[in-house]
C-alpha cells in the first residue's frame, strides 16, 4: 500500500460528508494543511505494521487523523463537532469514511486497500493550529492491504 495514496483517498471519502444547515463545507486534506479552513478533517501521522502475514501479504496501517471546528461559539462549535464524530447520521465522519469499504467482495478506497475499520474518537479538545484555536478531536482508521 501507498501510504500518501490512501491519505488521499480517506479524505475524499470524509468529503462526502453533509454538514448541519448553515455550517460551510467540510474541507479536507489528506495531510497535515499549513492553514486551516474550518471546518477541516485532515490525515495526519501514521504507523505501520508491516509482514502481518507470510510473504509480505497484509500490511496495517493506523491513521491519526483530525477534524477541527471554528471556536466562534463554544457551545455551537461542539454541537458541529458532536455530529462529526457521531456513529451515524449525515455529517458522521464515520459513515462517510466507511461508505468507502465498497461492496462485498470489493477492495476499499477504490481498490487501494484490503479493508479499512473507524476505530475510535480520541482527544477531544482545544487544538492551536498555526496560532489559531479550535475544538477538535482525532479519529484512528485501520486500513489493511497488500504488503
Known amino acids: 500500500m501507498q501510504p500518501s495514496l490512501i491519505r488521499d483517498a480517506l479524505a475524499d471519502a470524509a468529503r462526502a460528508v453533509t ?13 497535515v494543511p499549513d492553514a ?15 509482514d502481518r502475514a507470510m510473504n509480505r501479504s497484509l500490511d496495517e496501517l493506523e491513521f491519526t487523523c483530525r477534524v477541527l471546528v471554528g471556536r466562534q461559539d463554544d457551545r455551537a462549535a461542539q454541537r458541529v463537532l458532536d ?11 464515520k459513515a462517510a469514511i466507511e ?10 478506497l477504490g481498490g487501494l486497500a484490503h479493508d479499512l475499520h ?30
Open 36 to 50: 486551516v479552513t474550518e471546518p477541516h478533517f485532515f490525515v495526519g501521522e501514521f504507523t505501520a505494521d508491516f
Open 99 to 108: 461508505a468507502a469499504r465498497g461492496g462485498p467482495g470489493e477492495y476499499a
Open 118 to 147: 473507524v476505530m475510535r474518537v480520541q482527544g477531544y479538545r482545544w487544538y492551536e493550529h498555526q496560532g489559531t484555536d479550535y475544538v477538535g478531536a482525532e479519529l484512528i482508521i485501520k486500513v489493511i492491504g497488500e504488503g
Open 19 to 31: 454538514m448541519p444547515s448553515g455550517i460551510r463545507r467540510l474541507t479536507c486534506s489528506g495531510y
Open 83 to 93: 455530529a462529526l464524530l457521531a456513529g451515524s447520521g449525515p455529517a458522521s465522519l
